[in-house]
């Protein structure tokens, strides 16, 4: 009988664009979309839109990707993989991509590996102001209520 995978931490670097990025602790228990919806809130987007990790750290490769399951057709879905089931270590670095139209590019690179359980994943450090997932001006929707 194996044992059970002790749980860890891991503290990972994701960054969009030059001089803004967020460093997030979550769970080795976590799953690949909990980390999705981490980086999402962490970056002030909305969620409605598709996405991927690509952990061999090639945009669109998919030797090593993992899909929103929103996708059809993909053998590999983020709702489906633990962390601690896709190789993360210290230093490994690996891409997110969201909204396959825009294409948000998120660099991530994880930290630290921890000996020590996280409860919900939280932004430990954060620089820079997060980028306009939508680029509108609010003049526009005032116009649009006024109408």
């Known amino acids: 009988?194996?044992?059970?995978?002790?749980?860890?931490?891991?503290v990972i670097s994701v960054s969009v664009g030059t001089g803004c990025y967020?460093?997030?602790m979550i769970s080795s228990k976590s799953t690949l979309?909990?980390?999705h919806a981490t980086i999402i809130d962490a970056f002030e987007f909305m969620d409605d839109h598709a996405h991927a990790f690509f952990m061999n750290n090639k945009e669109w490769d998919d030797s090593d990707s993992y899909y929103s399951d929103l996708m059809e057709d993909e053998d590999r879905y983020t709702t489906d993989y633990k962390l601690e089931d896709v190789?993360?270590?210290a230093g490994k670095q690996f891409k997110y991509i969201f909204d396959f139209g825009d294409e948000w590019l998120f660099k991530c690179k994880v930290l630290k590996v921890l000996d020590e359980k996280t409860l919900m994943p939280e932004i430990v450090r954060m620089k820079g102001e997060p980028p306009l997932q939508y680029e509108c001006a609010d003049d526009d929707f005032e116009?649009?209520?006024n109408e």
């Open 1 to 10: 009988m194996s044992a059970a995978k002790k749980e860890e931490s891991y």
């Open 22 to 24: 967020r460093h997030i």
């Open 33 to 35: 979309f909990d980390l």
């Open 87 to 89: 190789g993360f270590f």
């Open 143 to 145: 116009e649009d209520e």
